[in-house]
């Protein structure tokens, strides 16, 4: 019996354990980097910035760094200068890391909080309410007699 070809197409997977543990390294540097580090850059004076996430490309070459400015203030500020100090960043990053090679770091803005926020304020909608809370049984089928 001959399996079903998939012409070299293989399902989309999420990211290898590798990866996984290659980003949470690679975060985990990151802020201890923030922490320790002064960049000089106007936007960045007082900022405090929350790394979420860190995505590794297969290759460990690339990461994308998801950012959080402390307060969701001046998020695009934050992350432009954040991206235009990437060289700086890297550089602090490979003597902190022991990697290979030493990712280059591509900043972006992490949604998921705004989206977090549109979805309880979505639930806390009467509307939406009634429909979450349990309704009493229906004593409707008694009547078809």
Same mark, same amino acid.
């Given at each position: 019996?001959k399996r079903?070809?998939?012409h070299?197409?293989?399902?989309?997977q999420g990211?290898?354990q590798?990866?996984?543990?290659?980003g =949470?390294?690679?975060?985990?540097?990151?802020?201890?980097i923030?922490?320790?580090? $002064?960049?000089?850059?106007?936007?960045?004076?007082?900022?405090?910035?929350t790394?979420?996430e *860190?995505?590794?490309?297969?290759?460990?070459?690339?990461?994308?760094?998801? *950012?959080?400015?402390?307060?969701?203030?001046?998020?695009? $500020? *934050?992350?432009?200068?954040?991206?235009r100090h990437?060289?700086?960043?890297?550089?602090?990053?490979?003597?902190?890391i $022991?990697?290979?090679?030493?990712?280059?770091?591509?900043?972006?803005?992490?949604?998921?909080?705004? =989206?977090?926020?549109?979805?309880?304020?979505?639930?806390?909608?009467?509307k939406?309410?009634q429909?979450?809370?349990?309704?009493?049984?229906?004593?409707?089928?008694?009547? $078809?007699?």
């Amino acid at each position: 019996m001959k399996r079903p070809s998939s012409h070299g197409r293989r399902p989309p997977q999420g990211p290898s354990q590798r990866q996984l543990r290659a980003g =949470e390294l690679v975060r985990h540097a990151l802020v201890e980097i923030f922490r320790e580090e $002064e960049i000089n850059d106007p936007v960045l004076a007082g900022v405090s910035v929350t790394v979420t996430e *860190v995505r590794v490309s297969p290759d460990l070459r690339h990461a994308t760094v998801f *950012v959080e400015p402390l307060g969701g203030e001046h998020a695009d $500020e *934050v992350v432009q200068a954040l991206n235009r100090h990437a060289r700086f960043l890297r550089g602090h990053l490979g003597r902190a890391i $022991e990697l290979r090679f030493t990712p280059e770091l591509k900043f972006l803005h992490d949604e998921s909080f705004n =989206e977090a926020a549109r979805m309880a304020k979505l639930f806390d909608d009467p509307k939406v309410r009634q429909d979450l809370t349990p309704q009493p049984p229906s004593d409707s089928w008694k009547d $078809e007699d």
